[in-house]
T-cell receptor, first 112, second 111 residues
Framework: QQQVKQSPQSLIVQKGGISIINCAYE??????FPWYQQFPGKGPALLIA?????SEKKEGRFTISFNKSAKQFSLHIMDSQPGDSATYFCAASGGSARQLTFGSGTQLTVLP | DAGITQSPRHKVTETGTPVTLRCHQT?????MYWYRQDPGHGLRLIHY???????DKGEVSDGYSVSRSKTEDFLLTLESATSSQTSVYFCAIREGNTEAFFGQGTRLTVV
């Protein structure tokens, strides 16, 4: 049972373009929604995160949009750069142990 | 890498053999997690620990056991490795309500 669904599986964007990755969740007990960035051969690293009491969070070129009623959240990468080429995972957590439930990942390629 | 070391980084083993992966942290964090990463599945939680000798199962715990006898070490054991356990394994640590930090991963191949 996949509690966090992520799309698209892969994304190709031109340099300077906007990359958009979408996620949907089912468990209303989730209260923390991070995005992780992973480069080949490395572990995932936290990129940006949001809690459900806000609808948007921006850090530099990265923005999370959150829709609590629709149980959806998305990552927007403005002015995408070749260095942004990586795999991106959305995730959600809740409960005392705060274990993360991950989406299936999006492989982003930014063309120069 | 936030003081997390996974060992070994790569291992090839035969079906039916026992395998133990180690996660070592220098941060004294309470929570430690083992995930496996497979194409099309993202990362899935195997087991986690919320203190010394305190562990619980995750989404894909069948065929795996864990132990945490010291705060800094969290061991993942495959009692009898199968080809379906070929994967990349990641350890993560967390303290309180802060972000989770991941190790570099262990690539395990079961032949």
């Amino acid at each position: 049972q996949q509690q966090v669904k992520q799309s698209p599986q892969s994304l190709i964007v031109q340099k300077g373009g906007i990359s958009i990755i979408n996620c949907a969740y089912e468990n209303t007990a989730f209260d923390y929604f991070p995005w992780y960035q992973q480069f080949p051969g490395k572990g995932p690293a936290l990129l940006i995160a949001i809690r459900p009491d806000v609808s948007e969070k921006k850090e530099g070129r990265f923005t999370i949009s959150f829709n609590k009623s629709a149980k959806q959240f998305s990552l927007h990468i403005m002015d995408s750069q070749p260095g942004d080429s990586a795999t991106y995972f959305c995730a959600a957590s809740g409960g005392s142990a705060r274990q993360l439930t991950f989406g299936s990942g999006t492989q982003l390629t930014v063309l120069p | 890498d936030a003081g997390i070391t996974q060992s070994p980084r790569h291992k090839v083993t035969e079906t039916g053999t026992p395998v133990t992966l180690r996660c070592h942290q220098t941060e004294n964090h309470r929570y430690m997690y083992w995930y496996r990463q497979d194409p099309g599945h993202g990362l899935r939680l195997i087991h986690y620990s919320y203190g010394v000798k305190d562990t619980d199962k995750g989404e894909v715990s069948d065929g795996y056991s864990v132990s945490r006898s010291k705060t800094e070490d969290f061991l993942l054991t495959l009692e009898s490795a199968t080809s379906s356990q070929t994967s990349v394994y990641f350890c993560a640590i967390r303290e309180g309500n802060t972000e989770a930090f991941f190790g570099q991963g262990t690539r395990l191949t079961v032949v």
